[in-house]
């Protein structure tokens, strides 16, 4: 299957500051990239749709300007949490669409972010 | 009502059981269909992809989507302590949009 990799895996940072998380598709384009957030023991929960050159759709709760999406690229797409404080402290998974027609999205391993 | 329900589990097998998952959904303009699994601390990992109804099988794994049902399963067959993991059942409505995700399933196999 397509290879979907994030960068860091695992950030600590102080409260106040801002952290930006990498998306890249290794193997392919894809035009819609998404980005979720998982508390421990609970499903993945939509945070916003990156699409490539324009601007992220985001879900109803999600703060744009908190969570700043830039999808610069056909394989990139970066997650920016600004001023983090600590209940911003989750499991961040992006995923990407092969596009194609299908509907088969592949998942990063995700970025593991405690905010102290 | 939620637009998508999973049992949570935990779910505990003896290695060798056959297993079975399964989720509900609401919206009948899902078409996409698919199952992740995801071990603790890590992404969730595609395993099958199911497009409208119909079966599919891949070595020890067969999903059923019923869509008349709204009701999809995923059988594991004979079980291995490595299947030990949360799985995810997801779907949508159209190609390229978001996955509305199901809570996930704890899975213990023991030996």
């Known amino acids: 299957g397509a290879v979907v990799s994030q960068h860091p895996s695992r950030v600590i940072c102080k409260s106040g500051t801002s952290v930006k998380i990498e998306c890249r598709s290794l193997?392919?384009?894809?035009?819609?990239m998404f980005w979720y957030r998982q508390f421990p023991k609970q499903s993945l929960m939509l945070m916003a749709t990156?699409?490539?050159?324009?601007?992220?759709?985001?879900e109803q709760g999600v703060e744009k300007d908190k969570f700043l999406i830039n999808h610069a690229s056909l394989t990139l797409s970066t997650l920016t949490v600004t001023s983090a404080h600590p209940e911003d402290s989750s499991f961040y998974i992006c995923?990407?669409?092969?596009?194609?027609?299908?509907?088969?999205?592949?998942f990063g391993p995700g970025t593991r972010l405690l905010v102290l | 009502q939620k637009e998508v329900e999973q049992d949570p589990g935990p779910l505990s097998v003896p290695e060798g059981a056959i297993v079975s998952l399964n989720c509900t959904y609401s919206?009948?303009?899902?078409?996409?269909f698919m199952w992740y699994r995801q071990y603790s601390r890590k992404g969730p990992e595609l395993l099958m992809y199911?497009?409208?109804?119909g079966n599919k099988e891949d070595g020890r794994f067969t999903a059923q989507v019923d869509k008349s049902s709204k009701y999809i399963s995923l059988f594991i067959r004979d079980s291995q302590p490595s299947d030990s993991a949360t799985y995810l059942c997801?779907?949508?409505?159209?190609?390229?949009?978001?996955?509305?995700f199901g809570k996930g399933t704890t899975l213990s196999v023991s030996s």
């Open positions: 997801a779907m949508s409505d159209q190609a390229g949009t978001a996955l509305i």
């Open positions: 990156s699409n490539e050159g324009s601007k992220a759709t985001y």
């Open positions: 995923s990407a669409n092969t596009g194609g027609g299908e509907e088969t999205q592949y």
């Open positions: 919206n009948s303009a899902f078409q996409y």
């Open positions: 199911t497009y409208s109804s």
């Open positions: 193997d392919f384009q894809a035009t819609t």
